[in-house]
């Protein structure tokens, strides 16, 4: 059964503190892996998809890296608006649905 | 940029009645998608439209049934709405095509069964 987990659940961390999130996943087959945000109350926003194993993107201070059985998203530097619900999900082979890990809800202090 | 629209944004409903969810995908994307998110839940996939045929069916209940129509809007039409039902329903839209799969997702219809 095709499956997504995240890790940690909750995080807080002081502003400037770096950190990463994981997202481990088992799939017949990678169609794509994506992450969001999605704060209270509102809409996930996309931040990267990712193809392929070795894969990496950037954007501002966030970065995603991908391997055969998971991904982080590695948070550099981050601001109290960083903080928000972080979300990964998978495309398995032969579907678009998206199949959600439960997130991982971040804070940052300042 | 245009994103997709949801309405309506907030909806009070009474058990055993009925509710219709509509969305309106980014303009050229061809594929809408409904998910179901319980508070503190991540997102649960419904149901899929491809150029208006339903593509993928997941975790949605027989009470439910979803349309895509010819200007590519979808509907979500729920019904004998039960308590459980109240949740935060989103709608999604992608142009499917060779890494063309992301999804971008509308801000939410926020349904309160009572």
């Known amino acids: 059964e095709d499956q997504v987990t995240q890790s940690p659940e909750a995080l807080r961390l002081q502003e400037g503190e770096s950190s990463s999130l994981n997202c481990s996943y088992t799939v017949s087959g990678l169609r794509g892996l994506f992450w969001y945000r999605q704060d209270p109350g509102k809409g996930p926003e996309f931040l990267f998809t990712?193809?392929?194993a070795g894969e990496e993107k950037e954007k501002e201070r966030l970065k995603a890296t991908l391997t055969k059985k998971e991904s982080f998203l590695h948070i550099t530097a981050p601001k109290p608006e960083d903080s928000a619900t972080y979300l990964c999900?998978?495309?398995?082979?032969?579907?678009?649905?998206?199949?959600f890990g439960t997130g991982t809800r971040l804070k940052v202090l300042a | 940029a245009a994103g997709v629209i949801q309405s309506p944004r907030h909806l009070i409903k009474e058990k055993r009645e009925t509710a219709t969810l509509k969305c309106y995908p980014i303009?050229?994307?061809?594929?809408v998608y409904w998910y179901q998110q319980g508070p503190g839940q991540d997102p649960q996939f419904l149901i899929s439209f491809y150029e208006k045929m339903q593509s993928d069916k997941g975790s949605i209940p027989d009470r439910f049934s979803a349309q895509q129509f010819s200007d590519y809007h979808s509907e979500l039409n729920m019904s004998s709405l039960e308590l459980g039902d109240s949740a935060l329903y989103f709608c999604?839209?992608?142009?499917?095509?060779?890494?063309?799969?992301?999804?971008?997702f509308g801000p939410g219809t926020r349904l309160l069964v009572l």
């Open positions: 303009p050229r994307h061809d594929t």
């Open positions: 990712l193809y392929s």
């Open positions: 999604a839209s992608s142009l499917t095509g060779r890494n063309q799969e992301t999804q971008y």
């Open positions: 999900a998978v495309q398995a082979s032969g579907t678009y649905k998206y199949i």
